[in-house]
């Protein structure tokens, strides 16, 4: 260990073996055990502090009922082969700076030059080694979001994360950035936090896509000063299982906005949790998902905490899954407005269409209020293809395929309609209707 270099305590280990009654000790005991010091390394201390605290989850716990924690609990991934197949990345084509991680760790020869005009960028293995503002960011806004909901993979996340992203956002970012997961190791167990600071009305937009891992944890702190704007879009390949647990932490100051979305193709057993503070007056956030899921082993779980702290805020939460073949799709969704946050405005809706009858939805909303001047509304349902819409598609000679690929892009109009970028929300319109029209093909 490097001098000056500090170790995270894991518990002891007697024989090189962990003990089967204690899952935290064993996770753990898969994990790197030393962090390098830093910046970070107080943060990561309480971090671990926090978990041992709380423990792991179990499937009792109130947010994890529709979820079966065990493959994130387990003390390793089970391996996966590295050539997954799939489809052809999504933003490959477009102008934008690409942050590359391979197997959790930035690589700096297949990533492009991170010197931006209106953006500082650095891998997070390389900040923490410095000064400035990462040491009061690191952890901070994951602390905050542990309460009144624990998150224990989160803490996990930010105690061992082995690299990421460090973003200071100082102006308008000239072009994208994308942060591309690759892998190389079939039993890779990734840990990855990103941290975003966008200053007094910067923009950026934050691109994701790829492979992540056997296993993969990802964290995203963003702190958004007044005026600021994010537009975020993660875009998972299809055809590629995965086991992944994904954070999105994010605090919104007045006249700033936040924009989430998520396109989930396939995957195995994922778990999405977004936690926003609209902490100013007029702040905004808009968090959407579309989620095409097929077979018994796809199960995927968006949980969505919004609080709303100041006044006059907006949120928007639009979730959407097509689901087939005994695919199971779960959102958990809340908006807590705080006392003295008159004038919010906050909707949510959550809905799925089933493709068969082995498949299932589950759907849990809440609002939880503290002030009489409001506008909240929520919202699920669970369907089925409208016979008639698909009949009247039929009697004007569109074949049966066709008019289901069509129905199901209709379906999910809502939730691309929050993708705020022309260019990108066409891009991946179109990325789904491929996908829809070659698995109709497949299936007829």
Known sequence: MPEGASAIQTPSVEGGRMPAADPLAARLGAASPAT????????????????????????????????????????????????????????????????????????????????????????????????????????????AGQRPVSRPFAALNTALATDGAVIHVTGRAERPVEIIYRRSDP??????????????????????????????NVVIEADLAPGARLHHIAAHRAGAPRISTVHLFARVAERAALKSFALDLDGAHIRSETVVDLAGDDALAHVAAAVLGQGTGFHQDDTVFITHGALRGESRQVFKKVLKDGATGVFQGKILVRPGAQKTDGYQISQALLLDEASQFLAKPELEIYADDVKCSHGSTTGAIDDTALFYLRSRGVPRERAVVLLVLSFLADALDEIEDQDLRARITERLEQWLTQRAGDAG
């Open 36 to 143: 390098p010091a830093g910046v970070t390394a107080p943060a990561r201390a309480e971090a671990l502090a926090r978990l041992r605290a709380m423990g792991l989850p179990r499937p009792r716990d109130e947010y994890w009922r529709y979820t079966d924690p065990a493959p994130f609990n387990a003390p390793a991934p089970q391996a996966r082969p590295v050539d997954e197949g799939g489809d052809t990345p999504l933003f490959s084509d477009m102008d934008r700076l690409r942050l590359v991680f391979i197997d959790g760790r930035f690589d700096a020869a297949a990533s492009d030059d991170p010197a931006m005009a209106g953006a500082e960028i650095a891998p997070l293995s390389q900040a923490e080694a410095g000064s400035g503002w990462l040491g009061a960011a690191y952890g901070a806004l994951e602390a």
């Open 187 to 216: 039993a890779a167990d990734v840990v990855c936090h990103h941290v975003l600071r966008l200053e007094k009305g910067a923009e950026l937009t934050l691109l994701e896509s790829g492979l992540m891992g056997a296993r993969g």
